[in-house]
């Protein structure tokens, strides 16, 4: 069985249970994010999230934001909190915790109650609406349908959740444009709601640009990539150290995050210097390993 | 829950809130089903088609029409525009607010749904080009046919990646035209031109004197005055359909 961490998401309202973030799941989205293939990149998240989550229906439920946020936390324990940020200036550089980020999201959006205008009625038919699921959207069409959440006519109940997008595309053929309207200003409200929330605070001082938390544009997943971008020859040279100079099996590194691989190459070099001092006399030169 | 279970329900609704419309053509009113969330989206999606969007609008409205029309009967182009505003107040009310950002105006469905829209029409008109045997018929071209000539000219239209406003109101023009010869007469030769491909109708059309072409366009341009007076000149795009 799996380590799990715990987070209370703000939006599903309840607590979701994952695993952690590995240096196998590190290595996939290096390449996507070295070959730009931004639609590969997000189907790799969302499988990620489904696998780590293991709860097919909870997973389904889940929020853009919610989605966003787990794989916050992931980062943060896998590859540590802290992210720098440039300034105007080639000097100024600012650190930024990803933690403090998660934690002003998650209180500002329990705050708010997003489901005070989002459930409307025409002639019988029921729609209630929620934010994006899709952690990457192409455009307004999937958008569209990516808000619809669920609909009662006649005593007949669906969640459009358990659709697919065919499914969904065949029902917003048959529901009244009524909707349409509707769907347009919940969008607006929603959007104008949670533009109010800072992804990075603006720090005039710093010359750092604020960015405002935009659900409906892809901001998320574009700072996601950002937060997650690294070295992939780093790795690479990771792994060969972890595997040829601490003879770590390759099955038991790439399930490692990789901030428990680097303290491991960390506790390396402490002992490489440490015997290297107590044999100064013998002039013995052992490889250290640098990261 | 299954999604025919969802969908026969929909339809159930669908089917109880059908609206009348009156056909100028047909003279009589005929059932369509209200607009649907898909389809408002593609007439508001037309609004991102740059210098193309007249004529994707008008194509999506066609086969809007075509697709909620419920029972038999052939409509006109001309019937078009007592459609498209009945199924716009069905849908999301009376009051149209376009704000074009030099000004913002208002207007009133019920006001303009209550005029008539009537147009003389005859089954085919001919038009003779004075000191020659050369006569061209006309008809109101039918929605069936203007969207499929629409999909010819937007397929045209869209090859040329690098195409200028200039080129595709020329282009507009001959179409239009297209759409409503019927046939030709050159003294005792006479032409169909509906059995014709769309290429070869241009052809034709382009080889026209100026004079014969001018005098189609003022027809044509009868049935758009017409249609601008009831309307009270309410623009035709994707903004009457975005509340």
Known sequence: MEFTSKLELPVYRGDVRFTSFNIGNYFDVLKYIINNDDIGLSVYFEELLKYSISDLTLYKKLTNVDKFLILLDMRIYALGDFIQLKGNTKESVVKISLTNIKNNIIKKLKNYDLFQFNKFEYNGIVVTLNLPKKLYITDSDELWLDVLDTLEVGGEFMDFNQLSDADKTVIEQNLPANFGSDIVSFVNISQYKTHSIDLIKEMTGAGVKGIPLNLYDNTIFSFLKSIFSDSLAGLYELEYAMTTKLNVEYGRFIKMTPLEARMFINFYNKEQKELEESNNSNKSKVPSIKR | ?243
């Open chain 2, 1 to 243: 829950m299954s999604i025919s279970g969802i969908l026969s329900k929909l339809k159930d609704v669908s089917d109880a809130s059908l609206v009348d419309i009156f056909i100028p053509s047909l003279g009589k009113p005929v059932k369509f089903k209200q607009l649907t969330v898909k389809q408002q989206k593609d007439l508001m999606k037309t609004a991102l088609d740059g210098i193309l969007s007249p004529l994707t609008f008008i194509n999506t409205i066609n086969n809007i029409i075509l697709e909620n029309k419920m029972e038999e009967g052939e409509l006109l182009t001309t019937d078009r525009f007592p459609i498209i505003l009945e199924l716009r107040r069905s849908s999301f009310g009376s009051e149209v607010i376009i704000d074009d950002k030099i000004e913002t105006k208002t207007y009133n469905l019920d006001e303009i749904l209550k005029r008539e829209l009537v147009f003389d029409y005859k089954s085919v008109i001919n038009l003779e080009l004075d000191g020659t045997e050369l006569v061209v018929s006309l008809e109101v071209p039918s929605i069936k046919n203007d969207v499929s000539i629409n999909g010819i000219h937007l397929t045209e239209l869209r090859k040329d990646k690098n195409i200028e406003v200039s080129d595709t109101i020329g282009s507009l023009f001959v179409y239009e035209i297209v759409k409503f010869v019927k046939g030709i007469r050159i003294g005792s030769e006479t032409i169909d031109l509906t059995k014709e491909t769309v290429p070869d109708r241009i052809k034709v059309i382009e080889n026209l004197p100026t004079a014969l072409n001018n005098s189609i366009l003022d027809y044509i341009k009868s049935f758009r005055t017409k249609e601008s007076e009831y309307s009270s000149e309410i623009p035709l795009d994707a903004r009457l359909f975005s509340k």
